[in-house]
């Protein structure tokens, strides 16, 4: 499912003396079965952003359309309660989800929710616990008594096996060891390719956004100022340094040894980065 | 949720945000008992003078106050109407099967309502000009007396910033909780009675299980950096009366007289 975003503005508490302007004037579109990086510095709004995009929040002006859904600040609320099916959402900490006796009846309540029988969301339980690698001797334990990144991959499939067409996944790797974040990343690279869904991801990290983005959308003040390929992102670093962002590692190294006068392209991640230079020496290439 | 009036405190700059916590406490208190001596019509008339006056000074306007009473309209409602019906002395006016209205039962039912009314703005004066945490310091140096007999009043006051300082950190905390549980299909405020007090497990369960996280860790935090009971502490924030505390109690003192005087018009 496509996403578009026409002229849209949200304003926290709209009509109270404590309203907060978020987002004003955002306009954007991410094509089906994308994986779509969205950037930006603490505050820009892009958590707003996703919220408005699974109908948690109305937007107060402009237009939404998913699929082929529309929303509006006119739609009613109950309406979009319906269409929340279609969208997986992995929000910030999701551990703190979690909530029943078992990791399985916590996996499977998305799912039932939503309408799978029993048996069903048993399957799909099941699948996306696989998935995110949770040994099966797991599954009758209660939730609690996790670790805080076994909690964090039950929470994840718990969202998966939802079996959404829509994945959006807000800053998932926060507060995990690198392992973990590289473990979970390749996850839902993964999963995007095996299910043909479109994932949007919010994150402060560079290096995800080269290697698995195809599709970019920078945040800055509440509205989106540039959208393009992460090639085109990243060959500006100055400007994105203004906007408090950075570039990838390998790129940033790329980027100096350009400088020195080495015939170089801007490598996204480390693995081109090595390729190009391999080419460059005339040694065989990477593999 | 972001409707709660009880405690809002909305900042400003006038007169009656800068009084002392103790003094806008005290005279709360006060106005309790006094709003009693009213007896006529020119006693209420009078209150309600003083009390509009004391509102417009806030700067806050009216509207804010008038919301403060939503809350507690049914409660006000009910006991107008217990004093509208058990009213029995004086002439009557309307008698259907066991309910008799008279004239004294009308008459104090719209007195019990406007003094309802007087107590609920006057004290929301407090509420609404003065963070909660000065509200609570005001209590504990109010109550600082009863050291001597020995209750633990800096211990309760402490318990009661915690608490209030942790307000709003767990109606976040609810707000996204009930986000990520509505994200998993979760439709609070639909359906039944029961249905809809089921919806509520999946949003107070993490909520409770995260309120004694985070009380057991802030507990560790205070040991590690050597709390411990006792007197003599020094405060971060410090109350103190100044020239326009005592205009404050003089301006009441002076209404407390005029009100007592009115009884004799």
């Known amino acids: 499912m496509a996403i578009t975003f026409k002229n849209v503005g949200f304003t926290y508490q709209a009509g109270t003396p404590f309203a907060t302007p978020a987002l004003y004037d955002v306009n954007f579109n991410i094509p089906d079965h994308s994986f779509t990086a969205v950037i930006g510095h603490t505050g820009s709004g892009k958590s707003t952003m996703v919220q408005l995009l699974d109908g948690l929040e109305l937007p107060t002006d402009g237009e939404i359309t998913i699929g082929s859904a529309t929303i509006t600040a006119a739609t009613k609320r109950k309406t979009l309660n319906g269409m929340r099916h279609d969208i997986g959402m992995v929000f910030q900490f999701p551990e703190a989800q979690l909530f029943e006796q078992t990791v399985l009846a916590d996996v499977m309540f998305g799912p039932m929710n939503y309408g799978m029988s029993k048996a069903e969301a048993e399957i799909a339980a099941k699948a996306a616990l696989a998935l995110v690698q949770m040994p099966e001797s797991s599954y009758e334990a209660s939730p609690f008594d996790l670790s805080g990144g076994q909690m964090r991959r039950v929470a994840i499939a718990g969202v998966i096996a939802m079996e959404p067409e829509i994945l959006i996944l807000d800053e998932p790797t926060a507060g995990l060891d690198p392992a973990g974040q590289a473990d979970l990343m390749a996850l839902f690279a993964n999963l995007q390719k095996e299910r043909d869904l479109t994932v949007i991801l919010i994150t402060h990290q560079m290096e995800f956004v080269g290697q698995y983005a195809d599709n970019v959308l920078v945040f800055d003040a509440g509205s989106v100022v540039k959208t393009g390929t992460p090639a085109e992102i990243f060959a500006d670093s100055d400007w994105l340094r203004q906007k408090q962002l950075d570039v990838p590692a390998a790129t940033q190294f790329s980027d100096y040894l350009e400088a020195k006068g080495l015939p170089l392209h801007g490598a996204l991640d480390l693995d081109q980065l090595a390729d190009e230079i391999v080419g460059l020496i005339g040694g065989p290439t990477h593999e | ?265």
């Open chain 2, 1 to 265: 949720m972001s409707n709660m009036i009880l405690g809002r405190y909305l900042p400003g700059v006038s007169w009656v945000h800068r009084l002392d916590a103790r003094t806008k406490f005290i005279l709360s208190m006060l106005f309790i008992f006094v709003i009693f001596m009213a007896n006529n019509i020119y006693g209420y008339l009078f209150a309600t003078a003083f009390v509009a006056l004391s509102i417009i000074m806030t700067g806050l306007g009216f509207k804010v106050f008038f919301n403060g009473l939503k809350p507690l309209a049914m409660l006000m409602l009910i006991t107008t109407f217990l004093q509208l019906f058990f009213m029995n002395t004086g002439t009557v006016l309307v008698h259907w099967w066991i309910f008799t209205i008279t004239t004294d039962g009308v008459i104090n039912s719209v007195i019990v309502f406007v003094r309802f009314m007087l107590i609920i703005m006057f004290t929301t004066i407090l509420t609404l000009t003065t963070p909660p945490l000065e509200v609570a310091d005001a209590m504990e140096s109010l109550m600082s007396p009863l050291r001597k007999i020995g209750v633990p009043v800096s211990e309760l006051a402490l318990m009661v910033s915690i608490a209030l300082r942790f307000v709003p950190t767990l109606m976040d905390e609810a707000q996204s909780i009930m986000n990520a549980q509505r994200a998993r299909g979760v439709a609070f405020n639909e359906g039944g009675l029961i249905q809809r007090a089921k919806s509520y497990v999946p949003l107070l369960i993490p909520l409770f299980v995260n309120a004694i996280k985070r009380a057991i860790e802030l507990g560790d935090a205070m040991e590690a950096r050597g709390y411990r009971d006792g007197e003599h502490r020094t405060k971060f924030r410090v109350l103190k009366y100044t020239k326009i505390d005592g205009v404050a109690f003089a301006a009441f003192f002076i209404f407390a007289i005029g009100l007592f005087a009115t009884r004799f018009i």
